[in-house]
């Protein structure tokens, strides 16, 4: 019945162990898409902001600003998909987390988000108001409808050039701070090699740490906790492997989102914390071997010890069956001899004995160790 209901705790750890790291892996995916597209929102408000929409001294001025912002228009409509991404994470999210004060501070963010993109596209209206009106007013010749058919040209224009863009072979992405350019699928794999080792590394924990290792008995069988524990020991070296794998690769994207400004600490806590947890599993593991040898020789001194014992009180026994003194010369002759013959058995014991002495010193050396 314990190991009944030592095994359903086990169950019940892992369960929770995949179901936190897969929320711990949304939630990282979900704040970095957050953090990349607040950047954005950041970069393009400031860029809107920077534009002249007024004082022009010619044709060229006005045109510029004209392209600036056709090109932010550009972007935000490429931009829109972000959105729909961001809220997609968060419905993921929440569903696993189901917490009304979370979900709250989620869509607090989300509306934030939203009223910036609000805000962007009403500046990005009124600048061009504004240079349509500070042209007309300036350079009566350049009337509002030509202004808004240079818009749309060049609207169309930054268009063009994104539609054939898409459709050829993307360029190197530019170094600009706060991009990420991680491989995908490396990230994938990396979290899945991550989630494996931990649910292993519990299933193992769950032997390791059986109630049978809690206290050492003089005898039993412990063919089946052995068998099991060599089983993990076997084990260890091909997922020792993927550690180091998992490492390698967790550091190469440490680096490349470090290079691009992009925060790493996810990655790095996520294999910090998994390396830490190998080191502590293999101390436990490393406990549980030398246990079972401490046990063995346990097992082993006492199967020894009593076999003495049952020697001994044979002996003994024999002795108490033997006749009392005789003067038959014969009699006393034949008793002599088997006295002889005990005593020589008994002897040949002694060697035996000696070892079980310096195995009973080493044993309690040990256990007091």
């Known amino acids: 019945v314990l190991g009944d209901r030592w095994a359903s705790i086990c169950r019940w750890t892992e369960d929770r162990w995949v179901l936190l790291q897969d929320v711990l892996l949304k939630w990282q995916r979900f704040t970095e898409e957050q953090c990349l597209f607040s950047a954005w929102l950041s970069e393009k408000e400031d860029a809107v902001n920077k534009i002249h929409t007024t004082g022009f001294k010619d044709q060229s001025e006005v045109l510029s600003s004209l392209q600036k912002l056709a090109a932010l228009k550009t972007d935000l409509e490429k931009k829109k998909q972000t959105m729909d991404k961001l809220c997609s994470l968060n419905q993921d999210l929440l569903s696993a987390l189901k917490?009304?004060?979370?979900?709250?501070?989620?869509?607090?963010?989300?509306?934030?988000?939203?009223?910036?993109?609000?805000?962007?596209?009403?500046?990005?209206?009124?600048?061009?108001?504004?240079?349509?009106?500070?042209?007309?007013?300036?350079?009566?010749?350049?009337?509002?409808?030509?202004?808004?058919?240079?818009?749309?040209?060049?609207?169309?224009?930054?268009?063009?050039?994104?539609?054939?863009?898409?459709?050829?072979?993307?360029?190197?992405?530019?170094?600009?701070?706060?991009?990420?350019?991680?491989?995908?699928?490396?990230?994938?794999?990396?979290?899945?090699?991550?989630?494996?080792?931990?649910?292993?590394?519990?299933?193992?924990?769950?032997?390791?740490?059986?109630?049978?290792?809690?206290?050492?008995?003089?005898?039993?069988?412990?063919?089946?906790?052995?068998?099991?524990?060599?089983?993990?020991?076997?084990?260890?070296?091909?997922k020792f492997r993927k550690l180091q794998d998992a490492s390698r690769s967790a550091q190469a994207l440490v680096e490349q989102m470090v290079n691009e400004g992009v925060n790493a600490d996810s990655i790095k806590q996520a294999s910090e914390q998994l390396n830490s947890r190998w080191i502590e599993f293999c101390q436990l593991l490393s406990e549980r071997l030398n246990w079972l040898e401490y046990q063995n020789n346990i097992i082993t001194f006492y199967n020894q010890l009593q076999q003495l014992e049952q020697m001994t009180t044979t002996a003994e026994n024999w002795l108490k069956t033997q006749p009392t003194t005789t003067s038959e010369p014969t009699v006393i002759k034949s008793q002599l001899k088997m006295c002889k013959d005990e005593v020589h058995q008994l002897s040949a014991l002694q060697p035996q004995i000696e070892r079980l002495k310096i195995q009973s010193t080493g044993l309690k050396e040990k256990g007091q160790g």
């Open 99 to 238: 917490n009304t004060l979370v979900a709250q501070k989620m869509e607090a963010w989300l509306d934030n988000f939203a009223q910036r993109w609000d805000n962007l596209v009403q500046k990005l209206e009124k600048s061009s108001a504004q240079i349509s009106q500070a042209v007309t007013t300036a350079q009566p010749s350049l009337t509002q409808t030509t202004v808004m058919e240079t818009v749309t040209m060049v609207t169309t224009r930054e268009q063009i050039l994104v539609k054939h863009a898409q459709e050829e072979l993307p360029p190197p992405p530019p170094q600009k701070k706060r991009q990420i350019i991680v491989d995908s699928e490396i990230r994938k794999r990396l979290d899945v090699d991550i989630t494996e080792l931990h649910s292993w590394i519990t299933r193992s924990e769950a032997v390791l740490q059986s109630p049978e290792f809690a206290i050492y008995r003089k005898e039993g069988n412990f063919s089946d906790l052995k068998e099991k524990v060599n089983a993990i020991e076997r084990e260890k070296a091909e």
